[in-house]
């Protein structure tokens, strides 16, 4: 049992390992944007915007793509009789009209698959009342991303010139004197 344990406590640890910023590894990167809890439809509150930026979390566009971006709205109904329902408008165009917030302790927050509409990192989102009253009480915006390989930094190729050490110069020039002398030497041998 405590063998088992162990091996699953090791392929966890490997698997976090692998996990990390390998090239090409997915990563998890999120933004939240939780302003305060919000009440809609009293107070004259009506209509809300915000941005997500997933470039303050680690998402570089110019080094990652999106895999998969899911966008987390919660709302809570304030427990009247009353239906509740939003308008959300996401990124430029995509609208979701009349949706209905469900009631609970802890209701079930929307859930909207958005990476098309993530430009450089940031999503758009707008909410406006269109009945009842509610809390926004929270915005979350989860990424995974695959980021490509960093390829190793090479400088231009320096051309290189063989300079002879000072030892080098003297050495050559020895044996350039001997072989002379050697020759000299062996002229003057030679019966004329
Ligand atoms: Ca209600
Ligand atoms: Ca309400």
Redesign the pocket.
Known sequence: MRVRRLAVSLLGAFLTAGSGNASGSPLTVEHTSNPGDLLFGREALQSISFTHDLTGSGFSPATDTLTTATLWLWFQ????????KVDILLGDSWFHNNET?R?GAAPTPFAFAVAPLIANGTLHVSLTRQN???YFTGSRLTAEITRLPIAPTTGPAVPVSVVPEPTSLVLLGTGVVATGLRKRSAQRRRPS
């Open positions: 109904d304030d427990r009247d009789p009353a239906a509740e917030i009631s009842g009253t509610f």
